[in-house]
T-cell receptor, first 112, second 110 residues
Framework: DAGITQSPRHKVTETGTPVTLRCHQT?????MYWYRQDPGHGLRLIHYSYGVKDTDKGEVSDGYSVSRSKTEDFLLTLESATSSQTSVYFC???????????FGPGTRLTVT | DAKTTQPNSMESNEEEPVHLPCNHSTISGTDYIHWYRQLPSQGPEYVIHGLTSNVNNRMASLAIAEDRKSSTLILHRATLRDAAVYYC???????????FGTGTRLQVFP
């Protein structure tokens, strides 16, 4: 295991409320990623970070923002949650972009 | 980005070899071929990757066609724990992210 934890593991929230998901790693990996997984779509990249304060967009970044103020933490924020953001969210880390990615256990988010 | 094509699902019996195919006819010379798998209710995990030559590790073998337009992940003796979704992914050499497809769901029967 690469020492990746995600919190919360489950969350139910209402449409229009802000939500922040946290990914925490203990491996000092430089790269961190947020994915969402929905039935029939596999995993889709939302945002990723290649260092502290360095982030970039993925395939499905609309409606999401991220922040990375410390190497070990990567936060994903839904400013105003919508039902279409109901999904399972996975965080991943890797020491270099060419190395294998290690995934966290996931966060199941339901927006009602 | 070059795309991969995998069967939606495959079945195997326990203790038999499994060959999971992946087509990537538009692969470029610097694209690495990565395989990940996702067990039920877990995050994906790395299986193996290669560029041109066949590769072996403790989990599986990767056979890459000579023209690199296809590859096959080989599980030498399937176990019930190998039931998962297997993703074949192309990663350009300088890319810092992976693009997952929908993968192949492998069912293993006792």
């Amino acid at each position: 295991d690469a020492g990746i934890t995600q919190s919360p593991r489950h969350k139910v929230t209402e449409t229009g409320t802000p939500v922040t998901l946290r990914c925490h790693q203990t491996e000092n990996h430089r790269y961190m990623y947020w994915y969402r997984q929905d039935p029939g779509h596999g995993l889709r990249l939302i945002h990723y970070s290649y260092g502290v304060k360095d982030t970039d967009k993925g395939e499905v970044s609309d409606g999401y923002s991220v922040s990375r103020s410390k190497t070990e933490d990567f936060l994903l924020t839904l400013e105003s949650a919508t039902s279409s953001q109901t999904s399972v969210y996975f965080c991943a880390t890797t020491p270099t972009s060419t190395y294998e990615q290690y995934f966290g256990p996931g966060t199941r988010l339901t927006v009602t | 980005d070059a795309k991969t094509t995998q069967p939606n699902s495959m079945e195997s019996n326990e203790e038999e070899p499994v060959h999971l195919p992946c087509n990537h006819s538009t692969i470029s010379g610097t694209d690495y071929i990565h395989w990940y798998r996702q067990l039920p209710s877990q995050g994906p995990e790395y299986v193996i990757h290669g560029l041109t030559s066949n590769v072996n590790n403790r989990m599986a073998s990767l056979a890459i066609a000579e023209d690199r337009k296809s590859s096959t992940l080989i599980l030498h003796r399937a176990t019930l724990r190998d039931a998962a979704v297997y993703y074949c992914i192309l990663r350009p050499v300088l890319a810092d992210k992976l693009i997952f497809g929908t993968g192949t769901r492998l069912q293993v029967f006792p």
